[in-house]
């Protein structure tokens, strides 16, 4: 049986369902977070929501399964898809590359010749934007692409590689990192509350009830009210970071290396931005959905495969049918040899010729 993509893939990534599902090399991290997420909200289903469901409103329990579920979809659409990985360079393509493709180098004579310029400049709405070689892809970066040392893959409009969901974030799961972020939050918002509602309320049941011992009769409610309260800091200002981001058009990535400030009095203008907040936010949050580059599920081979089979089948149409003849050369018509003229048959005019 000849071999998947995903199964001769160069880079450092793990592939699961036939590979369907892609994530990097360490996921272990990525399994702490399934595990605090799913930990806090099932202990709020079991400890709080009945309570806060009979004392408070039925609604209660019901916008926590949704967020729940929310987070939890957005969280495996971001760890378990291609991140815009760029496919590296075939054989002949890395060849062609290293051996000077910028230059009038003749690849079939052995000859010096020296690596292609590491950068190349290009024009982005008014803008210059270097491409950057990768000599291990052996490709030059679209803009905003950059190669992961982590995955060993170059990213399109990469983002970072978060270990927290065991993948990349880039031009394909970029949305579904934020809209998880923005679920993470609210949902650590929403339990975080309603876990103080619960103990502030058992403290106020009866006369002699204290605050200490809600909290001793509830400890469920103590614990998830603690990992919320530590985590809701992190995961709060993440989510402003990226909204700051959205907003402004950029990446992670670009904003570290302060690809858009100001250098020696000069003002960079981000080629990418729509100067409009709003719009900003569209592009990326409601754009269009990309493609994966690596088709991982078909044959490692096909494209050569495919080139095979046309070459034979231009092969055949050839030797079936042949290709009309130069009508510019004569044919006969007594020898009845195709490619001689009978010199009897060929009459000349005592005219001169005009």
Same mark, same amino acid.
Do not use: Q
């Given at each position: 049986m000849p071999k998947k993509r995903w199964e001769a893939f160069p880079g450092r990534n793990r592939f699961f369902c036939g590979g369907r599902i892609i994530m990097a090399k360490q996921i272990n991290v990525f399994f702490v977070t399934l595990l605090l997420i799913i930990g806090v909200?099932?202990?709020?289903?079991?400890?709080?929501?009945?309570?806060?469901?009979?004392?408070?409103?039925?609604?209660?329990?019901?916008?926590?399964?949704?967020?729940?579920?929310f987070t939890l979809l957005f969280l495996f659409r971001t760890s378990f898809s291609d991140p815009g990985i760029l496919p590296r360079a075939t054989g002949d393509e890395a060849t062609f590359n290293d051996r000077?493709?910028?230059?009038?180098?003749?690849?079939?004579?052995?000859?010096?010749?020296?690596?292609?310029?590491? $950068?190349?400049?290009?024009?982005?709405?008014g803008e210059t934007v270097k491409l950057k070689y990768c000599f291990t892809c052996k490709i030059f970066r679209p803009p905003r692409a950059s190669h992961c040392s982590m995955c060993d893959n170059c990213i399109e409009r990469f983002d970072h590689h978060c270990p927290w969901?065991?993948?990349?974030?880039?031009?394909?799961?970029?949305?579904?990192f934020y809209?998880?972020?923005?679920?993470?939050?609210?949902?650590?918002?929403?339990?975080? $509350?309603? $876990?103080?509602?619960?103990?502030?309320?058992?403290?106020?049941?009866?006369?002699d009830s204290t605050l200490i011992s809600a909290m001793s009769a509830t400890p469920a409610s103590v614990i998830e009210a603690l990992i919320c309260f530590f985590a809701v800091w992190s995961v709060l200002g993440l989510a402003g970071f990226h909204s700051y981001l959205a907003g402004t058009n950029q990446t992670t990535n670009e904003e570290i290396k302060g690809s858009w400030a100001q250098r020696h009095g000069e003002v960079v203008r981000n080629p990418y931005t729509t100067n409009n907040c709003c719009s900003n936010f569209a592009k990326i949050l409601c754009g269009p959905s990309y493609t994966s580059l690596l088709r991982l599920r078909e044959d490692k081979n096909k494209e050569k495969k495919d080139l095979e089979r046309v070459r034979e089948k231009i092969e055949k149409m050839y030797e079936e049918q042949p290709p009309a003849a130069d009508p510019w050369t004569p044919s006969l018509n007594t020898n009845g040899n195709p490619g001689t003229v009978d010199p009897t048959e060929l009459q000349f005019s005592s005219s001169p010729t005009p």
């Open positions: 909200s099932v202990l709020f289903f079991i400890f709080d929501a009945k309570y806060l469901s009979d004392h408070v409103s039925p609604i209660v329990p019901v916008i926590a399964a949704v967020l729940f579920i000077g493709a910028t230059s009038n180098v003749d690849l079939s004579e052995d000859v010096s010749y020296r690596n292609p310029p590491r $950068t190349k400049d290009i024009i982005v709405n969901i065991g993948n990349c974030v880039g031009k394909r799961n970029y949305r579904y809209l998880m972020i923005a679920s993470i939050t609210l949902l650590c918002i929403y339990i975080l $509350t309603f $876990t103080l509602v619960h103990i502030v309320m058992l403290s106020k049941e009866k006369e």
